[in-house]
T-cell receptor, first 114, second 113 residues
Framework: ETGVTQSPTHLIKTRGQQVTLRCSSQSGHNTVSWYQQALGQGPQFIFQYYREEENGRGNFPPRFSGLQFPNYSSELNVNALELDDSALYLC?????????????FGPGTRLTVL | ELKVEQNPLFLSMQEGKNYTIYCNYSTTSDRLYWYRQDPGKSLESLFVLLSNGAVKQEGRLMASLDTKARLSTLHITAAVHDLSATYFCAVTAQETSGSRLTFGEGTQLTVNP
């Protein structure tokens, strides 16, 4: 069974640039959720994708957008980067509709905005 | 808005001692999760609790859920250094679609020899 993978591991960008982060879900899972974790804080929900459509969104501006592909992998895009976007971005996959619906997290992408 | 509070936020304890981490949440939830995070690493799933009175144990960790009090506890028995990590509780709100997790701030546990 393949776990959740993310790329890249680390990324450095400057303010105003755009970034794309990638996630491959765990084998057998059909749902991908994205979270932002600032240093010393708990993860904050950005959005979730199921059947290639957004299925819930947290309090993040529209410059945070995403995609899910037919193979259930996903991308997170952030436009017009701001300093406060510096964080660990975590992708989690799960099987929608299953009672426990445990989300399994990938290793994360550390984004630094200068 | 669903809020999750953990206490303590920082916990330093000696090996062999017992302690409890508390997790309170503000609205009705149908699932509660506990995760562990090592420094610079991702989140590892520990427990999922589904119903009132649920208790789960794995090694030196035991989690319980009281849905009426909106409270979960993570009890550590005879702590060892390997348990040093940050522990998060997270809940899903019944009124939201999908499985959006709302996390607490985390409890940073340090076990000293």
């Amino acid at each position: 069974e393949t776990g959740v993978t993310q790329s890249p591991t680390h990324l450095i960008k400057t303010r105003g640039q755009q970034v794309t982060l990638r996630c491959s879900s765990q084998s057998g899972h059909n749902t991908v959720s994205w979270y932002q974790q600032a240093l010393g804080q708990g993860p904050q929900f950005i959005f979730q994708y199921y059947r290639e459509e957004e299925n819930g969104r947290g309090n993040f501006p529209p410059r945070f957008s995403g995609l899910q592909f037919p193979n259930y992998s996903s991308e997170l895009n952030v436009n017009a980067l701001e300093l406060d976007d510096s964080a660990l971005y975590l992708c989690a996959s799960s099987l929608f509709g299953r009672l426990t619906d445990t989300q399994y997290f990938g290793p994360g992408t550390r984004l630094t905005v200068l | 808005e669903l809020k999750v509070e953990q206490n303590p936020l920082f916990l330093s304890m000696q090996e062999g001692k017992n302690y409890t981490i508390y997790c309170n949440y503000s609205t009705t939830s149908d699932r509660l999760y506990w995760y562990r995070q090592d420094p610079g690493k991702s989140l590892e799933s520990l427990f999922v609790l589904l119903s009132n009175g649920a208790v789960k144990q794995e090694g030196r960790l035991m989690a319980s859920l009281d849905t009426k009090a909106r409270l979960s506890t993570l009890h550590i028995t005879a702590a060892v250094h390997d348990l040093s990590a940050t522990y998060f509780c997270a809940v899903t709100a019944q009124e939201t679609s999908g499985s959006r997790l709302t996390f607490g701030e985390g409890t940073q546990l340090t076990v000293n020899p």
